[in-house]
């Protein structure tokens, strides 16, 4: 039973590990590829602050965006470099207006960071495409506000950057879902030259890098922000850890919760050790004292208890291995889907194999039960002989 226990533990921990391991790829692939963030994005240094009150100061410049994008392309680590405007305002179909979001962005860059995340970002009719000047991709919840399909066409306006007022015709290429509830009724994306003729500006409000290796992201962070020190421009930016909220909010949430259920799991192990063990000396006193009449040392009979111990632990941990192999292959099999809190979409139900998480699990998990067993295994050793033979 107590192997039982163990086992159990070890692959509830484990396969919890292995989930959590999977939802910060996913959160990651989502805010790198499929929002868009790339890996760092570039300001100009108070834009933060005070962009939105004074935008058109705190935009790069067509001149400065050249002088970034030469200083980004001389890094071998840069895969790609793109300036991005964001702009709201409002859209109607004529007879319905609402308010809107848009990201204005270069449809072949666009694609690059997308990459192969581009299969889970399905869209109803077309993609942005440089040919088709006018064509945007709207967010579903935002089209069924407008009852709009694609092939039709609206009209999108938003005061420029000097406070004129100024509209656009649009064409909704595609349709998207955005995956959560809060942002569906207003999104759109599209092309950079829209949202520049929108605000009758040729700036940018970002310009977004994108890496070969992500683990890289701090270390080229602070090489790119000394070299665009040097060029002159004065410079803020943010990985996309620090763009994405709810990356950070969810992993917080669950290293929090995987805490929570390693101390159960720790707690559940010491007590059934301790008890097994307790029960052992108990019910080999006599033996006990037998081994002690034939010259064994306390320290050796101490010593074979641990040893039990120990090895309770490792075959708790193998069966654990075994367990979680199991579920992991038959979650694998059937491909489970769940829609979590503030999706409008499902997503799949996977749990990643993590070997250096399970190694040192088992190790934590057979050094425990090894511990637990030392205090049972110190009562057995120091037994009086005479006694201990006698025991009934």
Not at 212 to 233: N, S
Request: hydrophobic letters at 45%.
């Amino acid at each position: 039973m107590t192997i039982l226990a163990i086992s159990i533990g070890f692959a509830a921990i484990s396969l919890f590990r292995g989930y959590m391991d999977y939802t910060y790829w996913g959160l990651r692939q989502s805010a790198i590829r499929g929002e868009g963030l790339a890996h760092l994005t570039i300001f100009k240094k108070g834009w933060r602050e005070k962009g939105n009150i004074n935008p058109d100061k705190y935009m790069f410049s067509e001149e400065e965006i050249r002088i970034c994008m030469e200083v980004l392309n001389s890094n071998r680590h840069v895969l790609l470099s793109t300036p991005q405007l964001d702009i709201s305002g409002i859209v109607t179909n004529g007879r319905i207006s609402t308010i809107f979001i848009a990201q204005g962005v270069i449809p072949e860059d666009v694609k690059v960071i997308e990459g192969s995340w581009r299969a889970f970002r399905p869209i109803k009719g077309n993609r942005l495409d440089k040919k088709r000047l006018s064509g945007v991709e709207m967010a579903k919840g935002l089209a069924k506000i407008l009852d709009m399909e694609p092939g039709d066409y609206s009209v999108i306006m938003s005061p420029t950057l000097q406070g004129h007022m100024n509209a656009l015709d649009i064409e909704v290429a595609g349709l998207y879902d955005t995956g959560t509830e809060a942002t569906n009724d207003k999104y759109m994306r599209i092309p950079l030259t829209i949202a520049r003729s929108l605000y009758d500006t040729g700036k940018a409000d970002r310009i977004v890098v994108l890496l070969d290796d992500c683990e890289k992201t701090d270390t080229l962070k602070k090489i790119i922000q000394k070299k665009l020190y040097e060029a002159g421009l004065a410079t803020e930016i943010r990985s996309w850890d620090e763009l994405s909220n709810f990356y950070s909010e969810v992993k917080e949430l669950f290293d929090l919760i995987f805490l929570f259920l390693f101390i159960i799991v720790l707690t559940i192990v010491i007590m059934s050790v301790v008890n097994t063990m307790g029960m052992a000396v108990i019910e080999r006193t006599r033996e006990i004292g037998t081994l002690r009449a034939l010259g064994m040392k306390r320290k050796a009979v101490g010593n074979l208890f641990a040893i039990e111990g120990g090895l309770i632990g490792l075959f708790g941990c193998v069966f654990g291995i075994a367990l979680n192999l199991l579920v992991w292959i038959v979650i694998r099999y059937i491909q489970p889907t769940y829609v979590p809190p503030g999706n409008s979409s499902p997503v799949p139900l996977m749990v990643n194999l993590v070997p250096q998480a399970m190694g040192i699990y088992a190790f934590v998990l057979i050094m425990l039960s090894l511990f637990a067993a030392v205090f049972p295994a110190r009562r057995a050793a120091g037994q009086n002989v005479v006694n201990a033979l006698g025991h009934v």
